[in-house]
């Protein structure tokens, strides 16, 4: 049913149809026939971060910004699902056309920018929800926060989601916000995990509650500089690393008519450097520190590659897209049948 869907779907605007699409699932979930579209996926359960999870087959952030989706996501068989990128303040994003689908490489462009309503929306409709699965919640910089300030900006999101959430991420990595990637590195790096540590124990505090604090890394990275993240992931005691988000480079997808859109990649042709990123730093953290393995899974022998390399869960976002949700128990089938 999905793959006569889709071919409706992508005839679509790209973003008219992810819109559409969501209006879709929160439709059917709300007439109780999200069942026809969501096949049944096995319970596998795995405990990691102090929290058992169905299956290892999360959903990863950037599907549903404001969490206006939770109940309809939720129900499609996920082991987790992730929610944002939010920031402090609400805002509209980077100019349209930001959305591009090369379905000739499987593969989907954006430069979004972290469009979104705002931590307050997403709170509020975190507490609306009646998902009982466990939820991630992915916090940013607003785009107009120097990168100077930026600990700010992710101070303010952790304080006002820490209660809410099952585990945080923290993104200093997508391409579409100017100089966030820099908070990756040296100094940048190592003050806002300090900050982050500090808000995290102080926050453990007031609400008798410990929320696990991940961070999302960038694949465009070689070996030195990754080894370099792992082990101030480490030394600042973050609870995991999601590994990894969009990447910048094209020559996987050379001479398609989208080649040159600004933007991060993902889908299939990021699979390759993100599956090297993820070797090294299941070598450098030598299972002292959970990863989450995302980038081009799009089957389930993608899925069980990212379980063999060393990632404890993996999340799907373009596979998703272009898959449906038969991925999620195909690739957890394959996971499971790899441990």
Same mark, same amino acid.
């Given at each position: 049913m999905y793959e006569l869907i889709r071919k409706f779907l992508f005839k679509l605007n790209a973003e008219t149809s992810h819109e559409l699409t969501l209006d879709l699932l929160g439709a059917a979930k709300r007439l109780g026939v999200l069942g026809l579209f969501a096949p049944k996926v096995p319970d596998q359960p795995i405990e990691l971060l102090g929290l058992t999870f169905p299956n290892s087959v999360g959903l990863a952030a950037g599907l549903d910004k404001n969490g206006d989706y939770i109940d309809a996501l939720g129900s499609l068989g996920f082991g987790f699902i992730e929610i944002g990128t939010i920031t402090p303040r609400p805002q509209p994003g980077? *100019?349209? *056309?930001?959305?591009?689908?090369?379905?000739?490489?499987?593969?989907?462009?954006?430069?979004?920018?972290?469009?979104?309503?705002?931590?307050?929306?997403?709170?509020?409709?975190?507490?609306?929800?009646?998902?009982?699965?466990?939820?991630?919640?992915?916090?940013?910089?607003?785009?107009?926060?120097?990168?100077?300030?930026?600990?700010?900006?992710?101070?303010?999101?952790?304080?006002?989601?820490?209660?809410?959430?099952?585990?945080?991420?923290?993104?200093?990595? !997508? *391409?579409?916000?100017?100089?966030?990637?820099?908070?990756?590195?040296?100094?940048?790096?190592?003050?806002?995990?300090?900050?982050?540590?500090?808000?995290?124990?102080?926050?453990?505090?007031?609400?008798?509650?410990?929320?696990?604090?991940?961070?999302?890394?960038? *694949?465009?990275?070689?070996?030195?500089?990754?080894?370099?993240?792992?082990?101030?992931?480490?030394?600042?005691?973050?609870?995991?690393?999601?590994?990894?988000?969009?990447?910048?480079?094209?020559?996987?997808?050379?001479?398609?008519?989208?080649?040159?859109?600004?933007?991060?990649? !993902?889908?299939?042709?990021?699979?390759?450097?993100?599956?090297?990123?993820l070797a090294w730093l299941k070598d450098e953290l030598q299972g002292k520190m959970p990863i989450i393995g995302v980038g081009g899974i799009l089957d389930g022998a993608s899925a069980a590659k990212k379980a063999s390399l060393g990632a404890d869960l993996v999340q799907v976002y373009s596979g998703f897209i272009y898959k449906g949700p038969k991925l999620i128990s195909e690739a957890s089938e394959a996971i499971a049948a790899v441990r």
């Open positions: 980077n *100019p349209k *056309p930001r959305l591009f689908r090369l379905p000739e490489h499987e593969a989907i462009i954006n430069r979004m920018g972290f469009n979104n309503k705002g931590v307050d929306h997403l709170v509020e409709q975190v507490k609306k929800s009646q998902y009982k699965g466990v939820l991630g919640i992915n916090i940013g910089k607003n785009f107009d926060t120097a990168v100077e300030d930026a600990d700010r900006d992710y101070e303010i999101c952790l304080e006002k989601v820490y209660a809410h959430a099952d585990y945080v991420a923290v993104n200093i990595s !997508s *391409p579409n916000t100017p100089g966030l990637r820099k908070l990756q590195f040296g100094e940048s790096l190592t003050s806002l995990l300090a900050t982050l540590k500090a808000a995290q124990v102080r926050l453990q505090s007031e609400h008798d509650k410990y929320t696990p604090i991940l961070v999302k890394i960038a *694949p465009d990275m070689d070996e030195a500089e990754t080894r370099l993240v792992a082990s101030a992931l480490l030394e600042s005691n973050m609870d995991g690393v999601i590994s990894t988000n969009t990447t910048l480079a094209r020559e996987a997808v050379a001479g398609h008519i989208h080649a040159d859109e600004a933007g991060g990649l !993902s889908g299939l042709p990021v699979r390759e450097a993100s599956n090297q990123v």
